[in-house]
């Protein structure tokens, strides 16, 4: 993504309704970038990695390309989770690349990241509600 204000057309374009609320993105910063999702903290850390650095990991893995850049994502919550999986779609559906959940072992091209995406949240949702916690609408 070239900017802050591309990534967030982007989310928007999808009808998500995440606030991304850092200043730089990758490759400017590394680190956390703070966002919110339905009035709660669902930032998510985010570098950009060499596409080296993702094979070596997972030489099983066929990533294509060649590809400009490589972003990584980690998160620690439910809201976490849900805001970095709606980046993650618009990302790949803006730059037409393609998506990778080493968890699941899932290797998403756009379309089907936007999908996994809506997926993530809908998982969410009953997660959050088998334990009492927040609903996602």
């Given at each position: 993504m070239s900017d802050l204000a591309e990534w967030q057309a982007a989310i928007n374009a999808l009808?998500?309704?995440?606030?991304?609320?850092?200043?730089?993105?990758?490759?400017?910063?590394q680190g956390y970038l703070p966002?919110?999702?339905q009035?709660?903290?669902a930032g998510f850390e985010c570098s950009v990695i060499p596409l080296s650095?993702?094979?070596e990991t997972y030489p099983e893995i066929e990533f294509g390309g060649p590809w400009?850049?490589?972003y990584a994502f980690y998160f620690a919550t439910f809201a976490g989770c849900a805001g970095t999986w709606m980046a993650v779609a618009a990302c790949a559906k803006q730059l037409e690349?393609?998506?990778?959940?080493?968890?699941?072992g899932n290797l998403l091209a756009a379309e089907?990241?936007?999908?996994y995406a809506h997926d993530t949240l809908a998982s969410v949702a009953r997660l959050e509600a088998s334990l009492g916690g927040p609903s996602v609408g």
């Open positions: 009808g998500f309704a995440l606030t991304l609320e850092a200043e730089q993105i990758p490759p400017a910063t966002a919110t999702w009035g709660r903290q650095d993702l094979t400009a850049c490589v690349g393609i998506a990778y959940d080493p968890q699941e089907d990241a936007v999908r």
